[in-house]
């Protein structure tokens, strides 16, 4: 006697837009004038992925960092990476503890719900690769043995551009465990003359209060997964990402984690909209954030000065819709 697979619990839309609102404007009270990347944030939080912020420096990367950390009531961790950061000072090390005769494990700063990453590209990409496990599989194997990681679990990471003197490129490896990369770019006039209004006199940040807790996001982001997606629309996503590896301008296609992750986004991204079911346009809107870092672009495309966002736009554009 066969049984039939239950269906899945319908999700609470109502709770996960008041969990990510709630999130949204904690950190607009920080963060001004940039909705865009803060919905963004929030987006790869609920879809349970990684954020990689690249721009130049001053222009609040460690800050929309902090925010979002601060947001949550959870555990955070810092870590400053610079060259002489070692791969142990991330995951932990075994102690020999005199007393007990035995080794103990001290837990590194991996360890965390919400872990900043402060200019990843100043470590050395030994360094780098200690996070590599970690943000695939949310655990950490030393010496033999495997740690499981607190959920939810989010590296947020900035970067400044490799132009940048005392900057190593990040592997293809490591960019591609982020689920989206964003710039925040500078603020606009109005923004900037209100940040010297109000930034000047007290740091935003310390007045930022929790307003969730760790175990209601992780509730949304189990809840998110069960949104519904169409055969039509995960063929959609599918296509996409294929196009990348045929294209003439890109040297270096997207991965086909790739493509979970674009799925998993716009997932996100229509729970925050209020949808119970995922639309193509989700998935144009959240391309260039996930596939953009990425793919690598050509020679050509390179003196052309095409950039990857723009090249994944036009691969989009080419991309049939379905039902269109």
Do not use: W
Not at 136 to 158: C, I, K, N, S
Not at 189 to 202: D, K, V, W, Y
Not at 224 to 237: D, G, P
Not at 278 to 290: C, F, I, K, S, Y
Request: charged share 25%; net charge negative; proline share 6%.
């Amino acid at each position: 006697m066969s049984v039939m697979p239950s269906a899945p619990e319908a999700v609470d839309l109502d709770a996960v837009r008041s969990v990510a609102g709630a999130i949204h404007s904690a950190m607009t009270t920080v963060i001004t004038g940039k909705d865009d990347v803060v919905t963004t944030a929030v987006t790869v939080l609920l879809a349970e992925g990684h954020l990689l912020v690249e721009d130049v420096p001053g222009v609040g990367k460690t800050m929309l960092a902090k925010s979002l950390a601060r947001a949550i009531d959870c555990r955070v961790s810092r870590v400053q990476f610079t060259p002489d950061l070692l791969p142990s000072d991330i995951t932990g090390v075994s102690i020999f503890n005199q007393d007990s005769r035995e080794f103990e494990f001290r837990r590194g700063a991996v360890f965390a719900n919400v872990v900043v990453g402060d200019e990843i590209n100043r470590a050395s990409p030994k360094t780098q690769s200690a996070l590599l496990e970690a943000m695939e599989e949310r655990q950490v194997t030393v010496d033999g043995t495997t740690y499981e990681l607190p959920r939810p679990f989010l590296v947020m990471a900035t970067q400044n551009p490799i132009e940048m003197e005392g900057t190593y490129p990040l592997p293809e490896a490591q960019r591609d465990r982020f689920m989206a990369r964003l710039s925040i770019g500078y603020p606009s006039a109005r923004s900037e003359l209100s940040m010297l209004e109000t930034h000047g006199a007290i740091n935003p940040l310390d007045a930022l209060r929790p307003v969730t807790t760790a175990e209601d996001v992780q509730r949304q982001i189990e809840a998110i997964r069960n949104l519904h997606t169409s055969n039509a629309l995960r063929q959609y996503v599918v296509d996409i990402v294929s196009s990348s590896r045929s294209h003439r301008m890109l040297r270096l296609g997207a991965s086909p984690r790739a493509g979970l992750q674009l799925l998993r986004a716009a997932r996100s991204r229509a729970a925050l909209d209020g949808r119970d079911h995922v639309l193509p346009e989700d998935v144009q809107h959240m391309a260039v954030p996930v596939l953009a870092h990425r793919v690598l672009p050509t020679g050509e495309a390179s003196l052309a000065r095409h950039s990857t966002a723009d090249l994944v736009r036009d691969l989009v554009g080419r991309t049939a819709v379905p039902g269109r």
